[in-house]
């Protein structure tokens, strides 16, 4: 089965630094199978969001979460993939995001910044 990935195209926007942020333009990501189009999906900032399981909870009866379009990766993959091309920028997202990384969690990178890109010759 071909695995589908975004390259990051454009510098994405967020709350986190301007450098660190431009770090991901020209990262490749793979995406979860069978999300090879942009959604629509309800996100919170990474520095801003909720951090307790209870928050996480309540924010979308309480306006926390704004829509966005755009491709959910892994933030371990994701961050895994940032690390082979700026090792100072995966560490920026390690120390100062900690909720963030780990299995289950995701980045919603925005449509406008990625380009999907299929990898013929894998599996």
């Not at 990935?5 to 986190?16: F, K, L, M």
């Not at 009866?61 to 940032?82: K, M, N, P, S």
């Amino acid at each position: 089965m071909k695995r589908t990935y975004i390259r990051i195209i454009a510098t994405p926007p967020g709350e986190a630094p301007e450098e660190i942020r431009r770090a991901w333009v020209g990262v490749r990501i793979p995406l979860p199978l069978f999300h090879g189009h942009a959604k629509d999906w309800r996100a919170s900032g990474v520095l801003t969001g909720p951090k307790s399981l209870f928050a996480r909870l309540w924010a979308p009866f309480f306006g926390r979460l704004d829509r966005h379009r755009g491709y959910a990766v892994a933030v371990v993959e994701a961050i895994a993939a940032l690390e082979a091309a700026n090792p100072t920028a995966a560490r920026w997202w390690r120390e100062n995001t900690p909720q963030a990384i780990r299995p289950g969690k995701a980045f919603v990178f925005a449509a406008e910044v990625c380009v999907v890109d299929t990898d013929l010759n894998s599996g």
